[in-house]
């Protein structure tokens, strides 16, 4: 099958456990988000109907996904789309929430999603000489990791230009107050493994943090606060909505919960 189709498959497939039941689904925005998706990729609409009078609605859904799971983790773009819309579908569904669950199953299973499309490069950062060694370093760099994500999550394109000058100076500010060894090329390095995916870093590197003690998970929340400030650029000073989403999920996977947004 065209990987073009195991992507729509796999979307189509995640939406349909979400909504419980076809016939929920169809009901659904997530049936209209997925007829637009169709339109987008050029996914012919037969194609759609016979879907709908298809196995799906009868075997078990996660062994279905399963058969998607080898093709999609041999395309970094098509992975990265897979998890990106899904992301954002669930994103939208729940940034207007004051109080949002990201404990419920949805969020739980887009979770070990990312663990399994990315299984490979999880295990290549871990070998890397700063990686693989349980002490301070392991976790400053994954602190590292998420603040420099967070100074990256509004920029249209990610290398090392897109980061302006305040920003810098804050990233080597941490480095020196904390006597930290690690080089912003070190984490470049590693985030270019993970295709610069935000989902994907946050979910490897809250995993290493969620081992360390309250005050080193408030720290990390804060540093990250402190870079969405610093990398404000509109007369407002208002941190944008992405920066907010992204410290707010980084806030639950780490389990810092009360903290304020």
Not at 154 to 166: E, I, P, T
Not at 201 to 219: A, G, H
Request: one cysteine or more.
């Amino acid at each position: 099958m065209p990987i073009k189709k195991i992507f729509f498959h796999f979307i189509w497939l995640f939406l349909l456990k979400k909504n419980k039941s076809f016939n929920k689904f169809k009901s659904s925005i997530d049936y209209s988000t997925i007829l637009e998706l169709a339109n987008a990729y050029q996914i012919p609409f037969s194609f759609i109907e016979s879907l709908e009078q298809s196995q799906y609605a009868s075997k078990d859904i996660l062994d279905l996904i399963d058969l998607y799971i080898p093709s999609l983790k041999k395309s970094n773009k098509w992975k990265n789309l897979s998890l990106g819309y899904l992301f954002n579908n669930l994103k939208l569904q729940t940034i207007s929430k004051p109080k949002t669950n990201f404990n419920d199953e949805n969020w739980q299973f887009l979770n070990s999603l990312v663990q399994r499309l990315y299984a490979d490069e999880f295990k290549e950062i871990e070998q890397l000489p700063h990686i693989n060694v349980n002490n301070l370093m392991y976790y400053q760099n994954a602190m590292l990791n998420l603040v420099w994500c967070t100074a990256n999550c509004d920029k249209s394109f990610y290398d090392l230009d897109s980061v302006n000058s305040n920003e810098f100076k804050f990233f080597y500010s941490i480095l020196k107050n904390n006597h930290i060894s690690i080089s912003i090329t070190d984490i470049f390095k590693q985030q270019k493994i993970l295709n610069f995916n935000n989902l994907v870093i946050l979910t490897f590197y809250c995993n290493i943090l969620k081992q360390t003690d309250r005050n080193f998970k408030q720290k990390v929340i804060n540093n990250m606060k402190d870079m969405a400030i610093t990398s404000i650029e509109t007369a407002d000073k208002i941190i944008s909505s992405k920066e907010k989403f992204l410290i707010r999920y980084t806030t639950f996977l780490i389990d810092l919960f009360g903290t304020p947004y």
